[in-house]
């Protein structure tokens, strides 16, 4: 019995060990990825702001990042940098809920019933082909200058990759792994919850993460409409008033939150699929 419980306290704080090993070996992946997705930008940024200090470029069309980062400090201490911003992202999150519910439904029918997809998805297929600006008219006629109108564009350009990803990713599920549910005789509801979702998922979460970025994409057109806030104003002002420095201090506001927003999604889908056995989770370097 005191050799058995030796062994066991000696073989607790190896497992722990052992467990402890490949946490710490992730988050140095995850830190180093971060590191060097950071590279490239911070690198071309320090390049320019150099040419501009050495005389090589006068930055008045192109402004380096100290003059950027005044603007952003000028915009931050008026209050309009958060005005803007919240504006935008409450704009996109409206946009993009309504574009991923009808995307994700109209994907399931169409995806699930061959006649639905037949009767549907050429007319979808058509209307994918439309560029966003060209909706903004009839937008405006339908729905007036203000908030609806927005929205509705941004929901257009989210609800074509969802509905694509998802309708894609059911077409798709192996047909061997649904007759295995079908010999251990799953019922409808386990036969979804076991079998179709699982399969689905790592396309839908995909398709999320397109339909996000086109909705960062369709907001700038939507706040062309008349708006009198967003990021997508500060555009329009800069161009307008000859402000290249606030041109590009809204576009890099742009790639920040739009690069948090696809993380979230990512960082709040990932426990959905922790069950999947892929390459990139065995990457080691």
């Known amino acids: 019995m005191t050799a058995d419980a030796d062994t066991l306290r000696i073989a607790a704080p190896a497992q722990a060990g052992a467990s402890g090993r490949p946490r710490r070996k992730e988050g140095r992946r995850r830190w180093r990825g971060v590191a060097l997705g950071l590279a490239g930008p911070v690198a071309a940024a320090a390049g320019w702001e150099l040419a501009v200090r050495a005389g090589l470029s006068d930055g008045r069309l192109v402004p380096p990042p100290s003059r950027i980062a005044e603007t952003f400090a000028d915009l931050a201490a008026t209050g309009e940098l958060a005005r803007h911003t919240v504006a935008t992202v409450l704009r996109v999150a409206a946009g993009f809920g309504l574009g991923a519910l009808a995307g994700t439904l109209m994907g399931a029918i169409a995806g699930h019933s061959g006649l639905a997809r037949s009767l549907v998805d050429p007319t979808l297929q058509a209307l994918r082909a439309i560029p966003s600006i060209a909706w903004v008219p009839l937008f405006i006629l339908w729905l007036g200058i203000f908030e609806a109108s927005k929205v509705a564009l941004i929901a257009v350009g989210v ?49 999320l993460r397109a339909g996000l970025g086109l909705g960062w994409m369709f907001v700038v057109a ?59 989770q065995g990457e080691t370097g």
């Not at 990759?161 to 047909?175: E, F, Q, W």
């Not at 409409?225 to 161009?239: C, F, I, K, P, T």
């Not at 402000?243 to 426990?271: C, M, N, R, S």
């Open 159 to 207: 609800f074509f990759p969802v509905y694509l990803g998802v309708m894609g990713a059911i077409l798709s599920v192996d047909r061997k792994i649904v007759e295995v549910g079908r010999i251990f005789r799953l019922s409808g509801p386990a036969m979804v919850r076991r079998i179709l979702l699982p399969a689905v998922l790592p396309g839908y979460v995909v398709s």
């Open 222 to 280: 939507a706040e062309f409409m008349g708006a009198s806030e967003g990021l997508g104003y500060l555009l329009v002002d800069g161009q307008q008033l000859g402000k290249p420095a606030e041109i590009v201090a809204a576009i890099v506001a742009f790639a920040v939150i739009g690069k948090t927003t696809d993380w979230l999604l990512v960082a709040a889908t990932a426990p959905f699929l922790r069950w999947e056995d892929v390459v990139a």
